[in-house]
């Protein structure tokens, strides 16, 4: 079955540090791809998203590229900032369902 | 536009008792999701609702949790009776009709069983 594997966390880093964040999927055919973030104490937001190989996804200066021939999906950002600081989820949806399959998260922790 | 409502935030409960979370999607949304999050797990999808109906609940544990969603707006899950392994954060998500369009999540309710 379709499934997404993302790196371990807790990820911390400096201020204006470079961030990645892996993430790889299994699918048959086709799926679209997403990075959702959860912040302390709120709900699950859609950060990007892509729907097609090669597409790029971007928002709030993170970036992911849709990477068939290695099924990946690495989240990344220039320069992270404290405010930054949050659960990252890498999630799929499969072209022939339009059940989301989330990763098991991985936490960021931006020190100023 | 106010976004997906639950409640209650938190909920403590005895093993073997009974519980039950509420969600308000966000209106005009025709779809409606509850999750399971493990701690360290990403979210598990438990039911889905395509207005009153269901559509999918194929990894619902049925015999201990139930979801209805009356009149096809608010939802509520409730789990009779409740396990240790129940302890998770439940997520209730919604979104438009058709195809895949993009699901708006709730702050979800974080359930503790002693």
């Known amino acids: 079955g379709n499934s997404v594997t993302q790196m371990e966390g807790p990820v911390t880093l400096s201020e204006e540090a470079f961030l990645t964040i892996n993430c790889t999927y299994t699918a048959t055919g086709y799926p679209s791809l997403f990075w959702y973030v959860q912040y302390p104490g709120e709900g699950l937001q859609l950060l990007l998203k892509a729907t097609k190989a090669d597409d790029k996804g971007s928002n709030k200066g993170f970036e992911a590229t849709y990477r068939k021939e290695t099924t990946s999906f690495h989240l990344e950002k220039g320069s992270v900032q404290v405010s930054d600081s949050a659960v990252y989820f890498c999630a799929l949806v499969g072209d022939s369902s339009y059940k989301l399959i989330f990763g098991s998260g991985t936490r960021l922790l931006v020190r100023p | ?114």
């Open chain 2, 1 to 114: 536009e106010a976004g997906v409502a639950q409640s209650p935030r938190y909920k403590i409960i005895e093993k073997r008792q009974s519980v039950a979370f509420w969600c308000n999607p966000i209106s005009g949304h025709a779809t409606l999701y509850w999750y399971q999050q493990i701690l360290g797990q990403g979210p598990k999808l438990l039911i889905q609702f395509q207005n009153n109906g269901v559509v999918d609940d194929s990894q619902l544990p049925k015999d201990r949790f139930s979801a209805e969603r009356l009149k096809g707006v608010d939802s509520t899950l409730k789990i009779q009776p409740a396990k240790l392994e129940d302890s998770a954060v439940y997520l209730c998500a919604s979104s438009l009709e058709g195809g895949y369009n993009e699901q708006f999540f709730g702050p979800g309710t974080r359930l503790t069983v002693l």
